[in-house]
T-cell receptor, first 114, second 117 residues
Framework: AQSVTQLGSHVSVSEGALVLLRCNYS??????LFWYVQYPNQGLQLLLK??????LVKGINGFEAEFKKSETSFHLTKPSAHMSDAAEYFC????????????FGAGTRLAVHP | GAGVSQSPSNKVTEKGKDVELRCDPI?????LYWYRQSLGQGLEFLIY????????KSGLPSDRFSAERTGGSVSTLTIQRTQQEDSAVYLC???????????????FGQGTRLTVV
């Protein structure tokens, strides 16, 4: 069975500050991990993914995430927040085996203030 | 098509009516998913298709909900006797399945906003 926990339903940062969105997963098989972003009234867009290659994954818009097996974590970071980063962020896990159901966390809404 | 297409984009229906939501996945994507996103909630998994079969329909909330997929392509999610609690955005996604069976990222449609009045 797989599950995802995102700590903090709302995160607020100042423009230019570090963004840290937390994701912990549980998986009975080697996981594939994803971060998606959803802007208001839009669909979900993939930010980055981990599929057992490099543990530090770089995505679009300056975001990156590090897979830490010992901590079962896949936290999303960005060194300097922009106003345009305000959105909802979802962490997701799927199995590396033949079963590919994507399980999502509850989401974290990021607010960026001047 | 270039992306996952869902129709209609908005649907308002009266309580008790049946509705059909359509998803047209990216050509060649064998995996298809339906999710529900309610106000203030995360993404709730409904059903997963691999080709035309649904190995996991554990997320369908009641027997009023059903889905099918034909020709390994278009999928329809049907909600019978709609209730107000069915109001939500219904999202469809599709993905490739790799040679070793591993999944790749899912591409999402813009969703269908269902309002039951």
């Amino acid at each position: 069975a797989q599950s995802v926990t995102q700590l903090g339903s709302h995160v607020s940062v100042s423009e230019g500050a570090l963004v840290l969105l937390r994701c912990n997963y549980s998986s009975s098989v080697p996981p594939y991990l994803f971060w998606y972003v959803q802007y208001p009234n839009q669909g979900l867009q993939l930010l980055l993914k981990y599929t057992s290659a490099a543990t530090l994954v770089k995505g679009i818009n300056g975001f990156e995430a590090e897979f830490k097996k010992s901590e079962t974590s896949f936290h999303l970071t960005k060194p300097s927040a922009h106003m345009s980063d305000a959105a909802e962020y979802f962490c997701a896990v799927s199995g590396a085996g033949g079963y590919n159901k994507l399980i999502f966390g509850a989401g974290t809404r990021l607010a960026v203030h001047p | 098509g270039a992306g996952v297409s869902q129709s209609p984009s908005n649907k308002v229906t009266e309580k008790g009516k049946d509705v059909e939501l359509r998803c047209d996945p990216i050509s060649g994507h064998t995996a298809l998913y339906w999710y529900r996103q309610s106000l203030g909630q995360g993404l709730e998994f409904l059903i997963y298709f691999q080709g035309n079969s649904a190995p996991d329909k554990s997320g369908l909330p009641s027997d009023r909900f059903s889905a099918e997929r034909t020709g390994g392509s278009v999928s329809t999610l049907t909600i019978q006797r709609t209730q107000q609690e069915d109001s939500a955005v219904y999202l469809c996604a599709s993905s490739l399945v790799g040679l070793k069976g591993q999944g790749t990222e899912a591409f999402f449609g813009q969703g269908t906003r269902l309002t039951v009045v």
